[in-house]
């Protein structure tokens, strides 16, 4: 069955360096990837998914994600962090049983960018 | 209006109450899922309505139960809650249906976060 492991609850990073939050999946079949974010008191937005189509994978506010079969992995990468890059992150990848789609997430990891 | 809207934002209730949440998308997604998420946790899923169908319940207790009016509406009801139910509330919805579905995404609205005292 899928699943994706977030390696690092916390990550800290200075305004203007560079963002590496790790996600690592689990599947027998290719797997459809996701990245979320969450900023404080708000819901989920999709920042970026992985569709089989191109192994970089650009999404909003400067993010990308490259995906790497043989490292199973879909890291999320930012080249310049901004403050207001403060958020929850979540990497997802979709379960299929029968007619029924489930997103499986990982624990998330907390983003911090200090001034 | 690529917006998911959830009412009310905020909800106090007691043990006793009952009370509903409710969720709105005029995208014309034909799936919806109502999300359960504590603090600094992922959404654990609850509850999905595929064409109006409930097609997942995710052994919820029964004192919350779902009803989905139309392919726009979703609502959750709740009776008898316990405090250990305080979190916040998500509901999302995604486009649905067919082979090209399987990596669409889910659209969150911005959850309504319950305290039951």
């Known amino acids: 069955a899928q699943s994706v492991t977030q390696l690092g609850s916390h990550v800290s990073v200075s305004e203007g360096a560079l963002v590496l939050l790790r996600c690592n999946y689990s599947s027998s079949v290719p797997p459809y990837l996701f990245w979320y974010v969450q900023y404080p008191n708000q819901g989920l937005q999709l920042l970026l998914k992985y569709t089989s189509a191109a192994t970089l994978v650009k999404g909003i506010n400067g993010f990308e994600a490259e995906f790497k079969k043989s490292e199973t992995s879909f890291h999320l990468t930012k080249p310049s962090a901004h403050m207001s890059d403060a958020a929850e992150y979540f990497c997802?990848?979709?379960?299929?049983?029968?007619?029924?789609?489930?997103?499986?997430w990982g624990l998330g990891t907390s983003l911090a960018v200090n001034p | 209006d690529t917006e998911v809207t959830q009412t009310p934002k905020h909800l106090v209730m007691g043990m006793t109450n009952k009370k509903s949440l409710k969720c709105e998308q005029h995208?014309?997604?034909?799936?919806m899922y109502w999300y359960k998420q504590k603090a600094k946790k992922p959404p654990e899923l609850m509850f999905v309505y595929s064409y109006e169908k409930l097609s997942i319940n995710e052994s919820v207790p029964s004192r919350f139960s779902p009803e989905c009016p139309n392919s726009s509406l979703l609502n959750l009801h709740l009776h008898a809650l316990q405090p250990e139910d305080s979190a916040l509330y998500l509901c999302?919805?995604?486009?649905?249906?067919?082979?090209?579905?399987?990596?669409?995404?889910?659209?969150f609205g911005p959850g309504t976060r319950l305290t039951v005292l």
């Open positions: 997802a990848v979709i379960r299929n049983a029968g007619n029924n789609r489930k997103l499986i």
């Open positions: 999302a919805s995604e486009a649905g249906g067919g082979l090209a579905a399987l990596y669409n995404e889910q659209f």
């Open positions: 995208m014309g997604h034909r799936a």
